[in-house]
């Protein structure tokens, strides 16, 4: 089997996967959707059997109707849970607060590298002690099992788990797949239909970077929470949302990355990734 027969049959098996789970995630309302409906039915019936075209006949007529019509929708449109967008940024914030302060107690002040799984065992942020080149960023090579990389003189370093690996995993269980040539329209699949998280992105991979645009995000009460705690994060590593865009980026081109600008205005946020490797 060739390699494009390959990538044909794992987007196929992508697909199959993210509709069992949308089906999955429907369940839980449906069983209130079913008993909606019934209900309707026989408010309907009840109408057909006593109809004498009075006020009373015509109020069940709309009630029937109006029971059905909510049935359907809770059927169809509605999620298993709700979970407001406060709680989960809550959830999040503190963790990414707290390996910053860590790494501030250190001096720790330069740009995260991302390194993808090709090379460092499982896709990997690694942090230098000290900003390094363009040209030192691509001799790094801490192992995969290290926390702390002290063998190269010029280049010694931290390697964390990012921020957004939890949702990076979570995505590839569900059978995204990220690949060079079709990149950008897969970041912006991921971001809009399977995770929601932004209304509106695009992406761009042009002279050795990588340009993300996310319109509208679900999650700006967090990334504003996070920038006014301590606005290094969006350099260093990142929000949840940000450092699975570097998770995705690294692991689509097989290149490390790291942040070279991020521009906020309002629920837009605009990521620029330079791309290391050749």
């Known amino acids: 089997m060739d390699q494009r027969s390959t990538m044909i049959l794992l987007r196929n098996q992508r697909d199959s996967l993210k509709k069992k789970l949308d089906k999955q995630n429907k369940w839980g309302m449906k069983p209130t959707a079913i008993s909606l409906a019934i209900l309707g039915v026989t408010v309907l019936l009840l109408w057909v059997l006593t109809n004498d075209n009075t006020t009373m006949s015509m ?126 329209n897969e970041i912006k699949d991921v971001l809009e239909n399977s995770l929601e998280m932004a209304s509106d992105v695009s992406v761009k991979l042009e002279n050795g970077k990588a340009i993300v645009k996310m319109s509208k995000i679900a999650s700006a009460g967090m990334c504003k929470s996070l920038r006014a705690e301590d606005p290094g994060i969006c350099l260093q590593m990142g929000c949840p949302i940000c450092s699975l865009v570097g998770c995705m980026i690294v692991d689509g081109t097989g290149k490390r990355a790291r942040v070279e600008s991020v521009s906020v205005e309002g629920k837009t946020i605009s990521l620029t990734f330079e791309l290391i490797g050749e």
């Open 59 to 184: 109020l069940l007529m709309l009630t029937s109707v109006s029971l059905l019509a909510i049935a359907i929708l809770l059927y169809f449109l509605s999620p298993s849970r709700y979970l407001r967008s406060e709680v989960c940024d809550a959830i999040a914030v503190s963790d990414v607060l707290t390996i910053r302060k860590i790494l501030a107690s250190l001096l720790v002040d330069s740009r995260g590298i991302y390194l993808p799984a090709s090379q460092a065992g499982t896709t990997k942020l690694y942090i230098p002690l000290k900003e390094v080149s363009l040209d030192e960023a691509k001799t790094v090579s801490p192992k995969a099992d290290q926390v702390f990389h002290v063998a190269d003189k010029t280049s010694k370093g931290i390697l964390i788990i990012p921020p957004g690996y939890g949702l990076f995993l979570y995505i590839q269980r569900i059978g995204a797949l990220f690949t060079e040539e079709g990149l950008e």
